[in-house]
Nanobody, 121 residues
Framework: QVQLVESGGDWVQPGGSLRLSCEVS????????MDWHRQAPGKERELVAG???????NYADSVKGRFTISRDDAKNTVYLQMNSLKPEDTAVYYC???????????????WGEGTHVTVSS
């Protein structure tokens, strides 16, 4: 069974750094675009960063220059390096992919369960 499992969320002081990981488990042949979203308390979920299968990236304006998304297809994993963290980055961070080609078949629109990031002093 294909699952997206996030890790790396933690409490950190403003100005600190965290690295989130999201591994797609199962027998995977290929993964299309992968992205990170976040949802802060009382707010809607928003796209933070995305990366295509070819390595092209895009970022929300609020994180440009501070966050870096990358992927390791050999490990079926996407990463989010977060630097210069601010209290407004506090949220649950979710991993998402629009298409996975797996032994189970083609799986569309998959989400992880989220990992908590808290930025406070």
């Amino acid at each position: 069974q294909v699952q997206l499992v996030e890790s790396g969320g933690d409490w950190v002081q403003p100005g600190g750094s965290l690295r989130l990981s999201c591994e797609v488990s199962g027998t995977i042949f290929s993964i299309n675009a992968m992205d990170w979203h976040r949802q802060a308390p009382g707010k809607e979920r928003e796209l933070v960063a995305g990366i295509t299968s070819g390595g092209n990236t895009n970022y929300a304006d609020s994180v440009k220059g501070r966050f870096t998304i990358s992927r390791d297809d050999a490990k079926n994993t996407v990463y989010l390096q977060m630097n210069s963290l601010k209290p407004e980055d506090t949220a649950v961070y979710y991993c998402h992919t629009d298409r996975i080609h797996a032994l189970d078949g083609i799986i569309f629109d998959s989400w992880g369960e989220g990992t908590h990031v808290t930025v406070s002093s």
